[in-house]
């Protein structure tokens, strides 16, 4: 019970994984969104292709959408 509580304090005190994301420059949002695409599909897919795990698979299917979102945002020239 107490580790529970001690756990609830330091998540609120701590701050979120999206706010220390909103920090970042627009470029290395990507790169870390990309970044833990990559940790849940290893988690989703085992090193045959076969998938393990729904949630993961959809987790990581998630963030790539986001990255492409955020990389629309930037700016520059766009490869066609």
């Not at 970042?24 to 969104?33: C, G, K, Q, W, Y």
């Not at 998938?51 to 766009?78: H, K, M, N, V, W």
């Amino acid at each position: 019970m107490r580790s529970c509580l001690v756990l609830a304090v330091l998540s609120a005190t701590l701050p979120s994984p999206s706010v220390a994301i909103a920090q970042e420059s627009p470029v290395r949002r990507v790169a870390n969104i990309v970044s833990v695409a990559v940790e849940e599909y290893a988690r989703g897919v085992d090193a045959s292709g076969k998938l393990i795990s729904d949630i993961e698979y959809q987790e990581a299917t998630d963030f790539l959408a986001d990255a492409r979102e955020q990389a629309a945002r930037l700016p520059g020239e766009r490869a066609a």
